[in-house]
Each structure stands twice: as structure tokens, then as C-alpha cells.
């Protein structure tokens, strides 16, 4: 069968440690996008990751502009410093310019703010007032803290990505007990592991992700393909869970609120 | 319409197969893969059984295995369990016999002769610096260099060119080894690991014509399959899964999506190693 590929996890922009396929621009990952098959991407900016995360949002924006298979991820941090808008008006201002998605890089290494409720609290509720899904990689953030931030706000969709193939026994536990918790299987690659996970909580609960341009796309399409696991299963992990997820309704929610 | 450079390999007929989920009909022999469970993280699944069904999915003719217990604490019963799967499913298997540097030389030795002159397919010698804790240079991994010249196989190792492990089995010890064994085919397993360790491989590789390099590893670095055959041809390299640490469903991903030519991709499919290990092509 052909799947229809809704990645989750890519970005565009420099970086600073390429590989050495890596690729920077939006029309290269259309043309990545063309040779392994995949048909839309959720993509965020390196520049929002690895430098400024409102002038890298800004970057996303102007290098998408004519692109139709490209679904913008935004980076955002909590509003207290002013570096970003107060939740509300960021999520109009997202929900303005189609942005269906955000990103978190709390590390230290990264943005370096903490992920507790007097900090961030006002940024998560509004997250899960719209049901608005929330990628984290799992580079940046604890299991506790994917506990924690589950439990608190079970309206927001949470996606952990680069899950690394050892984690089962730490993120099983936590698909059991956290029911709006999703996992991108770009880095999860484990013998066996997809057939045992879907098996044990069914294919809703795992998202499709390449991690281009850091990785190539083709040992997270090997995966799905020669899992044995039904097609419909596949179909599901492959893309549709994606739209599902990103579903959340943008025109609802700006005539509600003032501009 | 004016073509980019992938394009004359998007219709390639083994990366036709794979897009498809079926398996590949060319000949493909897995260089890296293991038997067993381990103590670090859970594997659904880690018996031969399991490792044959998903070698059929893929069209994996055979894969050489070494056992998990012979990199951890009980080097004979691994090799034991890697020779019975040989048994169990005939010409599915190729055996590494693992020896574990930290037990007396004269045991060791004695188990690398057992099974290298006692099984048809025991055709290898693996070695785990990382996890035995002890060089690549050492003296005591002396012998299993020794074996391999007199019974004509393969060593594959671990190789790591980064943090801690690049001063047990970073690619450049491997200098001094290859020139004093240039008749010992050495296969460098992750061909180094990550970018500073692929780059230290191939400049290895490219002064030593019996160095090997192999493909696997968690982290599926963009381009690197395109990166190793520019460097070095595809003749000396080698596709590996660590099945069944990693899934071999996503390691095989590495080589039939890189933008290759069908040639290029047979020879690092199985072509390499059915020489290396006598394997019928």
C-alpha cells in the first residue's frame, strides 16, 4: 500500500552542526519531501531553536510564504520578560497566520526557563483551552516534567519527540496513565517496538516523524512500512493522527475572543 | 521540466520495493546484528524466531550475529546461544564469537579456536571494547587479530569516535592495527558513531584497504550512506541494523532511501559481506 506522510518533525534553517545531507531552505525540504514521499510537514526554524525564538518564528513565516504543503510550527516561551506576547494574544496572533502547532525548548542548554505553573502556568492553560498541540523534545524536558505536564493540563495535546529506542520502560507507564500523551517515532527504533506499542495502546497514540534535515527520512518511513502491524494502523501513524491532532478550530476561536 | 540530482534515483528499482513495505529481492546481508536481551532498556522480542521473521519482512537473507551476553557478563553462554541459532535456522545465521579481553588469555584463546574450527558458521570474531572496558590496542585483544589471520575471517568492532568511548575504540586507534594485520579484514562497526567519528573512519579507511565500514546506529544522520560512498566507493562498506538492539525495519531504511545507484546499493546490501564471509552471493 502507499501511505499519505504527514510529518511532524522538521525544520528549516542553518544550523550549526550539519550532517552531511543536512539542508537549510524550504524549497530543499520540498525537494527531501518529493524523494521520500512525504506529502506535508509541520516545520519549525532552526533560528527559533538555536537563537532567538520570535525572530526565528518570523524567519518560518517569510521563508513559507507560497508553500502549501508546509503547516508552521511556532517556538514560543512564557510572556513574562516580554520576548513574547501574553498566551492569549499569541495564540490570535498563531491562529491569524495558520500556525497549528507550538514548540518548547526549555533545556538549559536551550531557552533555560522552568517549566512550573508560576512561570509557564498561563501559557499551558491557554494551550489546553484550545486544544492546541504541544512538541517537546525529549532532549529538553524530564519524564517527571512530561508527567507533571500531562496531568495538569489534559486538554493539551503533548507530542515527545526523538524519543530515544531505550525509553519503553519510562514512557509505557506514561501512555498509560497520560491520556492526551503522543509520541513521534523519528528517533524510537526499536526490534520490535512499534509492533509492541501499537499493540498494547493501539496506533492513535504515535506520530510519524522524519527529524530532517538532522536525519533522513528513510529509516522513519522503513519503520512504518515493514512493521507488521494492519494498514489501517499505518495509515493512521503515518499522517492522520497528525491532522486530527492539528485540528484544533482557528476561526471559532478568533471570532470569540477581541482583537 | 529540467531534473535535480535525485531524481535519477527516485525510481530506483530496490527503493521502489521499500516505499512498498516489501521486501528487498537482492541479496542483503546484515554485518551488525545481535542475539539477546539487555539490561539497559526493554526488547519486546529478542529470540532468533523473532530476529528471522523480521529479517523475512525486510528480505534479509542473513544476518552475522553476536550474542548479548558475550558483550555482557558471560562471553561463552553468548556464543553458545549465537551458534545454536546457526543450528536452528541453517545459513540465517553467520557467528561472531565474542572473546572477552578480561578473562584469562589461554581460555580465550581456546574459545575462539572451538568454535572457529568446530562450526560451519561461526565466521567471525566480534569485539566490544566499550562495554569489556579495555583498547582496542591492548594487548590482550592481540590474539583475536591472531585468530582471525589463521582461520581467514572478519573482526567486527565497535567503533565510537566520540566522549569517553574514542579512547577504548575511536576510528584512528585503528591505524596501527590495520597496518599491523593488513591481511585481517576489520570491520568498523557504526563507522565511528557520529560526524567527527565518520570523518575520522574514512580518512582511516582511505589509508588502509582492510578496513570495512558499517552502517548502523540510532542516530540516522542526513546523507551519511551518500557521504561514506562518496569518500570511500561503495565496495567497503557495509550495511548492519544492531537488530536486535535497533529494529532492522528502520536500519535498512538508511541504505535503500540514500541516493545511490542500484550497483552502489547492492555491494552495501549484502554483495560486501557475502564476500567477507564466504557467503553464497
Redesign the interface.
Known sequence: ??LSFFDCNTSIGCLA?P?????FTASDLI??M????IDRTLVYHTLAREYSPSEGNARLMEELVGYERFVPCWVIMPHNTGEFPPPDELIRLMARQGVKAVRIFPSPACHNWKLGDWIAGSMFTALAEHCIPLFVSFDQISWEQVFALGKSYPNMPLIVTEV??????NF?PMLEKIQNLHIDLS?T????????AVGRFGPSRFLFGS?????????????L????IDDESKELIAGKNLHHLLDWNVDTMIADKPK | MVQNKDDRFYNEPILRRARKGLPIKELVIDAHGHLGAWMQFYIPQYDAASIVKVMDRCGVKAIAISGMLSIGPDYKAGNRAVAQAADAFPGRFIGYVTPNPNYPAKEVEHELDFWLTSHNWMRGIKLHPSYHEYPITGPRYQIAFEKAREYHVPILSHTWGQGDENSLCGPALFADIAEAYPDVTIILGHAGGLLPGYRTAIEVALDHPNLYLETCGSFQAMGLLEYLVENLGSERILFGSDCCFLAQTAEIGRVVFAKLTTEEKKNILGLNAAKLFNYPA
Open positions: 500500500m502507499t552542526v550532517q552531511p545531507g543536512s539542508f525537494r527531501e518529493n524523494y521520500f514521499g530515544r529506542y531505550e525509553e519503553a520502560r509505557y528517533w527504533i526499536l526490534h520490535f517496538g512499534l509492533e509492541d527529524r530532517m534535515p538532522i536525519f533522513s527520512a528513510g529509516p522513519a518511513i522503513s519503520y512500512t515493514y512493521a507488521d
